[in-house]
């Protein structure tokens, strides 16, 4: 079965620091898709980044960056010049199919990241 | 409206009553997922409709009873709760364009439940 680990619990940074968070996943299937969450104190899941396993290129948008690497199963996510507003517990998902036909979210434990002013 | 909305923000309930959260998406999706987040363990999924259609049920106890009555809704009917049914009750849903890999995930800011 698919897993994904997120080693790092919590983190807590200054204000202006660049921070990585790590994304581990392990998976049988050749085609797959992972996907990086934020999920702020009001709760809601906010969808951040979607890659397919057949793109490693690597992807910015504005101060995040996500470096996808099938050699060691990683996806980590960067934010650069890290803002207080970017406080909140991150999540690395993976892609599997279910018996009945769908696609569900595997999640990692998240991450919580804590930006000091 | 917009995205993926969610009623109510907050239960409290007993273990013997009946309440009803609901769902709505207002992105023209097709499916629609019930996820549950709780403290000590990862978001699970719960439940998968596409196009109405109950296509998963990730093991869930009876007590959870999940109605599609259309694409853009989607309630999770509870009854006779346990504590340990407290947690953070997501809905998402997604475009489902069947054959087409997997297509991205979009979430509710959730319910959170407390069952005394």
């Known amino acids: 079965a698919q897993k994904v680990t997120q080693a790092q619990t919590e983190i807590s940074v200054v204000e202006k620091e660049d921070v990585t968070l790590d994304c581990v996943y392990e998976?049988?299937?050749?085609?797959?898709?992972l996907f990086w969450y934020k999920q702020p104190p009001s709760g809601e899941l906010v969808f951040l980044i979607r890659?397919?396993?057949?793109?490693?290129q690597n992807e910015i948008s504005g101060r995040y960056s996500w470096n996808f690497q099938k050699s060691t199963s990683s996806f980590n996510f960067t934010i650069t010049a890290s803002q207080v507003v970017d406080s909140a517990v991150y999540f690395c998902?993976?892609?599997?199919?279910?018996?009945?036909?769908?696609?569900?979210?595997?999640f990692g434990k998240g991450t919580k990241l804590t930006v000091n002013p | 409206e917009t995205g993926v909305t969610q009623t109510p923000r907050h239960l409290v309930m007993g273990m013997t009553n009946k309440k009803s959260l609901k769902c709505e998406q207002h992105?023209?999706?097709?499916?629609m997922y019930w996820y549950k987040q709780s403290a000590k363990k990862p978001l699970e999924l719960m439940f998968v409709?596409?196009?109405?259609?109950?296509?998963e049920n990730n093991s869930v106890p009876s007590r959870f009873s999940p109605e599609c009555p259309n694409s853009s809704h989607l309630f999770l009917h509870l009854h006779t709760l346990q504590p340990e049914d407290s947690a953070l009750y997501l809905c998402a849903s997604s475009q489902a364009v069947r054959g087409v890999g997997t297509d991205t995930q979009y979430f509710g800011p959730g319910t959170r439940l407390t069952v005394l």
């Open positions: 998976t049988r299937d050749t085609t797959y898709y």
């Open positions: 992105l023209g999706h097709n499916a």
């Open positions: 409709y596409n196009f109405k259609e109950q296509t």
């Open positions: 890659r397919n396993s057949f793109d490693e």
């Open positions: 998902a993976l892609s599997e199919p279910t018996q009945g036909g769908s696609e569900k979210l595997v």
